[in-house]
C-alpha cells in the first residue's frame, strides 16, 4: 500500500463538531456487538455438548445400520447365478 | 476524568461490559476526530470509531495501564483499524492542510509557496509506514513526544530520538541531490 499526501489550504472536508460528532455514538449498539463478537467467541462446537453429541452418534449408527441392512439385501446379479447354480 | 477515577472505569468494565459507557462517551469525539483526519470521510470515519471501541472492549481483560492514559490505548487501536481498513489497497491518500504542515515545513526549512509543499508531499510519500505514521501523529495530531511515546509505547526520549531522525531522512529526501 502506498500512502500519497495532498497538501492543500483547507486540508481535508471540514472537520464535524462536536454536535455532529454526538449524532453518530451508538453505545447500545456497541454493546450489542459485543455480546453478539463474545458469543461467537465463545460458542461450543457441537461434539462438545453432551446431548449434541448422543444426537450426532445416533445419526451415524442410523445411517450405518441402514447401509448395512441395504448392502446385505443387494445381491449381485454374478452371486444370483451362482445361488441358481447351485440349485439345480 | 482523573486517572484514578478513569483506572476505576477501566476495573468496572473488565467485570461489566456494561459499564464501559463512560469510557467510551469520554473518548468518542477524540477518536472520531483522530481517524477523521486520515480517513476524510465522515461515514467511514463513525464506522471504524465504532470498531475501535468494539476492539479495545474485547481487549479490556487482558489491558493493563503501565502508566499510560486509555486514549493512548485507544489511539493505538484505531492505527490498527485503519491499518486493517487500507491493507488491501494499492493506495492511500491523507489530506493535509496547510496549517497542519506549517511546523513541518519550519523544522524543514522550506520556502513559502506551492513548490515547497509540492516537494513536502512527495518527501512525505516516500517515507514507510512506520516513518509516515510518526510525522502525522507529531504534525497533523499535533501530539507531544510524551504522547507520542504513549501511543506507540516508547520512551518519550525515543519518541523524540525517531522523530528527529525521520525528520533527517525527510532533509535528504528534500535535497537538490535526491
Do not use: C
Not at chain 1, 453518530?24 to 465463545?42: I, M
Not at chain 2, 464501559?20 to 468518542?28: R, V
Not at chain 2, 468494539?54 to 499510560?68: C, F, H, Q, T, V
Not at chain 2, 522550506?110 to 512527495?122: M, N, T
Request: positive net charge; proline residues 5%; aromatic residues 8%.
Amino acid at each position: 500500500m502506498n500512502r500519497r499526501y495532498r497538501i492543500s489550504p483547507e486540508g481535508r472536508q471540514p472537520e464535524p463538531t462536536d454536535a455532529e460528532i454526538a449524532r453518530y455514538r451508538d453505545p447500545k449498539r456497541l454493546v450489542y456487538n459485543y455480546h453478539k463478537a463474545t458469543r461467537a467467541l465463545h460458542r461450543k462446537p457441537l461434539y462438545k455438548d453432551p446431548k449434541a453429541f448422543i444426537a450426532l452418534l445416533i445419526i451415524v449408527l442410523i445411517t450405518w445400520l441402514i447401509t448395512e441392512v441395504a448392502s446385505d439385501r443387494h445381491v449381485s446379479p454374478a452371486s444370483q447365478d451362482q445361488l441358481h447354480e447351485q440349485v439345480d | 476524568m482523573e486517572r484514578a477515577e478513569e483506572e476505576l472505569h477501566i476495573a468496572r468494565a473488565k467485570r461489566d461490559p456494561n459499564a464501559f459507557a463512560p469510557l467510551y462517551e469520554l473518548h468518542f469525539a477524540a477518536i472520531f476526530r483522530f481517524i477523521h483526519r486520515r480517513a476524510g470521510d465522515r461515514e467511514l470515519s463513525a464506522d471504524l470509531t465504532q470498531q475501535t471501541f468494539l476492539k479495545a472492549m474485547l481487549a479490556l481483560p487482558r489491558y493493563e495501564p503501565k502508566g499510560y492514559p486509555f486514549k493512548a490505548f485507544l489511539f493505538r487501536v484505531a492505527l490498527n483499524e485503519l491499518k486493517m481498513h487500507w491493507r488491501k489497497r494499492k493506495e492511500v491518500v491523507i489530506d493535509m492542510s496547510y496549517a497542519e504542515v506549517r511546523g513541518l515545513t519550519e523544522e524543514m526549512g522550506l520556502p513559502e509557496g506551492d513548490d515547497g509543499l509540492r516537494k513536502l508531499e512527495v518527501a512525505l510519500g516516500r517515507l514507510d509506514e512506520d516513518r509516515a505514521r510518526l510525522i502525522e501523529l507529531r504534525y497533523m495530531d499535533g501530539m507531544s513526544f510524551a504522547e507520542l511515546g504513549q501511543v506507540l509505547g516508547i520512551a518519550e526520549d525515543a519518541a523524540k530520538m525517531r522523530t528527529h531522525r525521520v525528520l533527517a531522512t525527510l532533509r535528504t529526501y528534500l535535497s537538490p541531490r535526491a
